[in-house]
Each structure stands twice: as structure tokens, then as C-alpha cells.
């Protein structure tokens, strides 16, 4: 979804994502706990949930500024900005994911294939989270 424009259909489709996302978390978690089995791939709807809660969160918080504001200049500089929030957040979503499979890999003694490609996954988000921060400080100059 393009995220440099906020619409209701969008939240909404972030509102049912993210319920979807926090009943497979649950679901996942659950049968993990009954038998006794990793529960990584509860993590990954628990990540996905959250990025999901944090997009619809943004668009209250961007809706309460419009309201605000007269200037149609105004408003799309906001959306601009909160869009590059919400991809500076899910960049650094997926990183702190990545990394958590990668550590999970790397204790369990996974394939060296898989850890390398994680290690890959690790270094290439956080080199996209850390460009997207540096474009949303020279846009707040």
C-alpha cells in the first residue's frame, strides 16, 4: 500500500490485518505451548500485528493533524511525513525480526546457508532503515 496517502479503506484494511495477525499470533503461540514446539513462526504474525496496529495508530494521529490544519501544503507535507514514519518503522520491524530469526538460527545450529542468508536480510534492512532515517531528517530541515 502507498502510504504518502492516508484513506479510511487502507486503515481498515490495516484494523483487519492486525486481527488477523494477533489471532494467528495467539493461535500459533498456543499450539507451540501445547506441543512443545518453537514458536518462531508465532513471532513472525506477532511482528506483522504490530507493524499492522502501528499504521492504523498513524492514521488517527494523521487524521487528528488535519483537522488541525487549513493549509492543503501543510497537510501533504504531514502525510509525506508520517509515510516516511511508517516505513521507518516497518524497516526497523523487519530488522528486529530478521535479526531474531537469525540469532534463533544461530543457536539451534540451523544450516549455514540459512544463516548467512539472515546475516544478508540483517545488513541490507538496516542499511534501508538507516537511509530512510537520514531522508527523514533532511526532510524536517
Known sequence: MDYNSFTKPKMWANVVGGVLCYVMFAYELYACLEHDTNAMSAILFLFL?????????????????????DDEKQIIRAERRQGMIITIFSNATWTLCMLVYLIHSLVVKGPKALDIFLAFCVICFGVILYQTIQNLRRFDR
Open 49 to 69: 500485528a504490530i507493524n499492522c496496529t502501528f499504521r492504523v495508530f498513524s492514521y488517527v494521529k494523521l487524521d487528528r493533524m488535519k483537522k488541525g490544519m
